[in-house]
């Protein structure tokens, strides 16, 4: 699985674009939390290219402004861990702590 790094506010903007054209997932991710990182590798075990979804890695830690500016912008409450699937500028599912899994996004895309 290859993450792209989200961490500046400005990608924020470059991620709602590019939702227009495939869908965006952004992992919302504590790096000292087993809950965080247990969900990070169920969904990194089962993650499938071919599913055609953008992903974005947010270490929460080291970028929590960058969280709450993505709560404001799409509508949704912060959670930790928290994974938000974006399609067309919007948030049209998001998941927590043990609900996050890659069968439940492939639902929604």
């Known amino acids: 699985m290859n993450w792209n790094k989200l961490t500046s506010d400005a990608q924020l903007d ?5 939702s227009v054209k495939q869908p965006v997932l952004i992992f919302k991710h504590s790096t ?9 590798s169920r969904m990194e075990r089962n993650w499938n290219d071919q599913l055609g979804v953008k992903p974005y890695y947010l270490d929460l830690l080291a970028n929590r ?14 959670e930790s861990p928290q994974v938000l699937l974006i399609r067309n500028g ?3 599912y998001d998941a ?6 890659f069968a439940g996004l492939q639902q929604v895309v």
């Open 14 to 18: 470059a991620i709602k674009e590019e």
């Open 32 to 40: 000292s939390c087993s809950i965080s990182a247990m969900a990070l």
């Open 65 to 78: 402004p960058i969280s709450n500016k993505i709560a404001n912008l799409f509508g949704i409450e912060h």
């Open 90 to 92: 919007e948030c049209i």
């Open 96 to 101: 927590s702590h043990m609900s996050i899994s």
